[in-house]
């Protein structure tokens, strides 16, 4: 074999092995700016920046056009546009210099603004009232005021009266308003938590106090309940189809305020990894058995949500007698006393733990089902491949 046979006969060895390699192969961004700013590549949340990489190394991004937003605390969110090169790495800097705050003193009216740009914000109050707040270690005004469009992450407060210091870091989540009030006689800030929490996508979820619930229909043992935040309707079609590929549900027809349907509990846990990432927080869960049921009925341990009698059940759920044999849009018919949609009937939801430790619970009843089917306490048992066109979910977050 002549030389040159064996030099492209070497090449085409070389572009076998690893074409498919480099078709595979990403573009990274290595992302400059001071520390603790949370960084986004098209709305997935990637990290903080630290000290020590000058910023944020983003590995493996699929080439073509990426949308990289930073968020530092107390300014205006950045928004880059880059293209990602297949094996290349490209350098993106953020320079934060436009303050995002407006502080508004709630006790006197005054208000001073600083841009509108930002992702949630604070209520600071105190007992007594006046005194001086700090935020991040930059003075803000003194109480009762609110600190609106702040960068989500964890923040440094201190309030000051008198001479006496009260100081703590907190988190703040996106789109959260979180209120804190700093109490001097007491020697602490209290966080007087929100009454209810809206997520990217739209769900809103209900904050339920701590409490004690009675777990089964008999009510074989107590648990307690810390406070938690559940979504207040099901998991909706159209909230679906914003993390998800395909939409599995069998009736489509019903429209996008309508329950997702037709999937398994591995599904669920899919879409709420997906959320978490997008999010970035990690905290959406399904609820457990016992969370379900102190939620169904509002911690009071009735049979339904509004008591114990089956007369008044249409006017809160949609069951075999007035449901059509179909789903329903959310939240058409009254709340329990918590403000929690369709607990009964509609779709049955799927719960976190498992029964005998292999198989995941759903509790509800659906619009198939008859009264008896359909109490907080009542429950049926599934594998988690298991879809039909009865079972949804919802999900709660922990504060």
Sequence with gaps: MSRKATIA??????LLYAGPL???????VQITCEPDVRIWVDEVFKGVTTVDDN?????NLEPGMRRIKAAKSGYKIEEKA??????????VRFQFTTPAMKVEDLTYGSQTAYGTAGIGNFILRSAPLRAAVYLDGREIGKTDTKVSNIAAGKHHLRFVFK???????????????MKLKAHFKKGRIINELEQE??????????????????????????EQMEGFF???????????????????????DCGDDCPVESISWNDAQEFIRRLNQREGEGKFRLPTPAEWEYACNSGKGSKFGYGNSEGPLGDYAWYEGNARDRT????????????????????????????????????????????????????????????????????????
């Design 163 to 177: 001479g006496q210091t009260l100081e703590g870091e907190f988190f703040l989540r996106p789109n959260q308003t």
């Design 197 to 222: 929490y809206i997520n990217t996508l739209g769900m809103k979820f209900v904050y339920l106090p701590a409490g004690t619930v009675q777990v089964g229909s008999r009510g074989q043992r107590q």
């Design 55 to 59: 910023g944020l190394y983003v590995e």
């Design 328 to 399: 329903h849009p959310v939240a058409k018919k009254k709340p329990n006393q918590w403000g929690l949609y369709d607990m009964h009937g509609n779709v049955m939801e799927w719960c976190r733990d498992f029964y005998a430790a292999f198989e995941p619970v759903a509790k509800g009843g659906d619009f198939k089902d008859d009264p008896k089917f359909m109490s907080c306490q009542a429950q049926e048992i599934a594998s988690v491949i298991h879809t039909r066109p009865t079972i949804g979910f919802r999900l709660v977050m922990t504060p």
């Design 9 to 14: 006969i070497g090449f085409l060895t070389i």
């Design 22 to 28: 480099l078709a595979a192969m990403g573009g990274d």
């Design 82 to 91: 880059v293209e990602v090169l297949r094996g290349k790495t490209i350098e």
């Design 230 to 252: 559940m979504q207040a309707t099901e998991v909706t079609q159209r909230q679906w189809n914003q993390i998800m590929d395909r939409n599995p549900s069998f009736f489509k």
